[in-house]
């Protein structure tokens, strides 16, 4: 089942990076085949979240690769994050 991962990505970043790929570790092990932006569109060199432009270009973009997933995942225990509300 193809998936939308979402988890905080802006705040604490080195914390934040480690936690969502945590939950791609998890989603894996549902059985479920995850898709994180934030992980790949900010990485060095592609989209600066830091920007407003360019981190709501970043959120547009997994927004429509989200209409290709069968559901959403969200996860909560780091909160919700106003990217993660949009």
Known sequence: ???ILESPFAG???QNIA????CM???FSR??????SHLLYTQEG????????ERELGIRAGLEWGVEA????????????KGMEK
Do not use: H, Q, W
């Not at 936690?19 to 945590?22: E, S």
């Not at 059985?31 to 994180?36: S, V």
């Not at 069968?70 to 919700?80: H, Q, S």
């Open 1 to 3: 089942m193809k998936v």
């Open 12 to 14: 604490n970043v080195e």
């Open 19 to 22: 936690y969502a790929r945590k």
């Open 25 to 27: 570790a998890d989603c």
């Open 31 to 36: 059985g479920e085949f995850p898709f994180a």
């Open 46 to 53: 592609i989209l600066n979240d830091e920007i407003p432009e």
């Open 70 to 81: 069968e559901k959403t995942v969200v996860y909560i225990d780091l909160g919700i994050s």
